[in-house]
């Protein structure tokens, strides 16, 4: 056999093995809802609408708004933004904030009826 025919062979078994244990490898983690997987952030719903009821992590806003009026200025300051520039900077940041609040406003209400629900 050639060289070049062996290569071929070669990368062809190379790419099938490494396509076949790929799936393999990735199913582990990726199905459950929590843990190491590819949702392994999520929270236990209890402790989410426990959360939800006092106000705190994700649905404190106004620790959030804080923190990212401060993200917003810091990166204003690197862009050395003119007062004009700040102005529209302001706007538009002003704009998504209100979008957000509506978005938040929704998934709290579904979040509000998800916990109300009795558990099954």
């Given at each position: 056999m050639s060289k070049r025919?062996?290569?071929?062979?070669?990368?062809?078994?190379?790419?099938?093995?490494l396509f076949a244990a790929s799936p393999a490898l990735m199913a582990s983690n990726s199905s459950g809802n929590y843990g190491d997987g590819q949702r392994g952030n999520q929270r236990d719903m209890t402790e989410m609408c426990d959360n939800l009821r006092e106000g705190k992590g994700r649905f404190n806003m106004e620790e959030r708004q804080a923190e990212m009026a401060e993200r917003r200025e810091a990166m204003a300051e690197r862009l050395k933004l003119n007062e004009e520039q700040r102005g529209t900077w302001n706007e538009i940041?002003?704009?998504?904030?209100?979008?957000?609040?509506?978005?938040?406003?929704?998934?709290?209400?579904k979040m509000k009826k998800r916990c109300d629900r009795p558990k099954r």
């Open positions: 025919k062996t290569s071929v062979i070669t990368a062809g078994l190379l790419a099938s093995v940041h002003e704009e998504n904030r209100q979008q957000h609040e509506k978005r938040m406003a929704k998934m709290q209400s």
